[in-house]
């Protein structure tokens, strides 16, 4: 999900919130609340958290998506070594292209299409699923603690 900076910072400042605040409040690292206030996407967890800590809807800090393109797909098949990958999102785009460029003879991108999606091809083993982190309240406060200290 792609936030609004814009709209985020212009509460924050009308409420007299600071990074540090929002951190603190949503359990984020401090480059990770840096990173979605530069553009880049959030999980629906942090969105969630972000607007929860502002005193807002998540409705009121999303950006529209702008390509019309919402899909990501991955697909391959049984006992095969290579499977395809298209995303539209740019989170996705951006890892295929540094893992294209460091690993050339392993990730290759096979077209960067007009609609603004990428379709790539990426060893089957780099495929993972993985569940978010479920944090409970004190465990947030205490990792965002952690993290004040270092």
């Known amino acids: 999900m792609r936030l609004n900076s814009k709209k985020i910072m212009e509460t924050m400042v009308k409420r007299k919130l600071t990074e540090e605040t929002i951190c603190s409040r949503t359990g984020l690292y401090q480059k990770s609340f840096q ?7 959030a999980s629906k967890s942090a969105a969630e958290r972000i607007a929860d800590a502002i005193g807002v809807t998540v409705g009121e800090i999303l950006l529209p998506e702008i390509t019309g393109n919402i899909e990501n797909v991955i697909e391959f098949s049984k006992n095969s070594e290579r499977a395809t990958v298209s995303f539209s999102q740019e989170r996705y785009k951006s890892r ?3 893992l294209a460029a460091g690993h050339p003879e392993e990730c290759q991108i096979v077209a960067e299409n007009t609609d603004g999606s990428m379709c790539a091809h990426i060893p089957v083993a780099w495929i993972k699923i993985s569940p978010a982190k479920r944090l409970s309240e004190e465990q947030r406060k205490a990792m965002a603690e952690r993290f004040k200290r270092k």
Do not use: A, P, R, V
């Open 35 to 41: 990173w979605i206030m530069k553009g880049c996407d």
């Open 96 to 98: 295929i292209k540094k």
